[in-house]
Every structure is written in C-alpha cells, then in structure tokens.
C-alpha cells in the first residue's frame, strides 16, 4: 500500500497568517494516464470531510483562492494563505492513483 | 443540489451482519462512481470500497481489510448504493462515509461492533 506522511499533526496558527502542510508519498502518485491524483481535504468539526483541491492543484467548486496546492512524484504542499476561522480544523490528504487508496493521518489546524 | 444519506447503521455484534444504504440526488447516479470510507473512533480515515457504473461492468474493488466481508452494490433505479457488511469485527466499529467521485460525501452513519 502507499503511504502517506502528512506533516506536521498540529499546526498553530494566528488568524490572518499564512501555514503550509505537507504531504509524503511512499511511492510515485504519477498514474498510467499521466495525471497525478493527489487530493486534500478540510474536515471540521462535527463535519464530513469537504474536499478542498483535487489533482494536486485544482480548487474545487466554491473554495477561496487562499487555498493553493502544488507538487509532484511523491512530495505535496498545501498552503493556506490570509488564514481565516472557518479554516479551523483536520486537514486530509488522499491519494487515488494506486488501489487501494490511502489518507494521510490529518494535521490539525488551530488557533496559536 | 447534489445530496447524499446513509442510514442502516448502529449497534452490532461481532460476527453479524448489517447492510448501509446511500440515497443520492443531484447528479446522474447511473454514470457516477461511488465509494465507501470510514473514520475509526481514532479519526483515521480509511478507503473501503469503491463500484463503478454499468459501462466499466459495475467493477468493484475492495481494502484487504474488508475483503470477503464486506459487499459494495448498487440500484441505478432507485440512486443507491449499499455496503453489505457480514462477520463483523470490532474494528469495523467507525462512522461511514458513501462518497460520489471523493467529491461530495454523505453525512456519514455511525456503526458500532460491540458485545
């Protein structure tokens, strides 16, 4: 199975600032048809997870552009940029390449 | 308005069986591939299965964990898709989510494998 290693697990933030997750692949998320399917999600509190950028940079329907995701092969940036408190909460990434698909373990976002 | 709700779940013992549905609205169903996943009490989430539509054959596919145990379907009549899951196992105790695409995801159902 891949895995994937989402740093750091808690991340505190001052509202307003700008933090960047990272995300590990065990091995290359590049799939037979040439796309790299890498996606991040926000779960809040009490909430299912929302999904926040599919493809490593595609931002979905109706996500600010303070959300932006970058990388390639094995090695995934999210960045959240003018952070605001509806951004609070578990932030996933998930990998769709390879079966069977796997999530990283969250990192936390929250208030410094 | 895409919508997606599963019901069925609750307290079980080990070794039993119970069937989650998942009734969709919103989007054409019978061209949409649909999945399972959970999150363990512990908030890791895990894949568990996944059907595509009838012109990929309703292909299914399934986490080793699951295997043999659990069986994803679906009724393109009714929008639905369903998780029979059989010989039950405490650690199957988790909240499961049916998801469109791992775009749009159901509220999720609790279900609990306890003595």
């Known amino acids: 199975d891949v895995l994937m290693t989402q740093t750091p697990v808690s991340l505190p933030v001052s509202l307003g600032g700008q933090v960047s997750i990272s995300c590990r692949s065990s091995?290359?998320?590049?799939?037979?048809?040439?796309?790299?399917?890498l996606h991040w999600y926000l779960q809040k509190p009490g909430q299912s997870p929302q999904l926040l950028i599919y493809r490593v940079s595609n931002r979905f329907s109706g996500v600010p552009d303070r959300f932006s995701g970058s990388g390639s092969g094995t090695d995934f940036t999210l960045k959240i940029s003018r952070v605001e408190p509806e951004d609070l909460g578990v932030y996933y990434c998930?990998?769709?390449?390879?079966?069977?698909?796997?999530f990283g373990s969250g990192t936390k976002l929250e208030i410094k | 308005e895409v919508q997606l709700v599963e019901t069925g779940g609750g307290l079980v013992q080990p070794g039993k069986s119970l069937k989650l549905t998942c009734a969709t609205s919103g989007f054409t169903f019978s061209n949409a591939w649909m999945h399972w996943v959970r999150q363990s009490p512990e908030k890791q989430l895990e894949w568990v299965a996944q059907i595509k539509a009838k012109s990929n054959n309703y292909a299914t596919y399934y986490a080793e964990s699951v295997k043999g145990r659990f069986t994803i379907s679906r009724d393109d009549s009714k929008s639905s898709v369903y998780l029979q899951m059989n010989s039950l196992k405490e650690e199957d105790t988790a909240i499961y989510y049916c998801t469109w695409l791992l775009w749009y995801w159901g509220q999720g159902v609790m279900v609990t494998v306890s003595s």
């Open positions: 998930l990998q769709s390449t390879h079966f069977p698909l796997t």
């Open positions: 091995q290359s998320l590049v799939h037979s048809d040439g796309n790299t399917y």
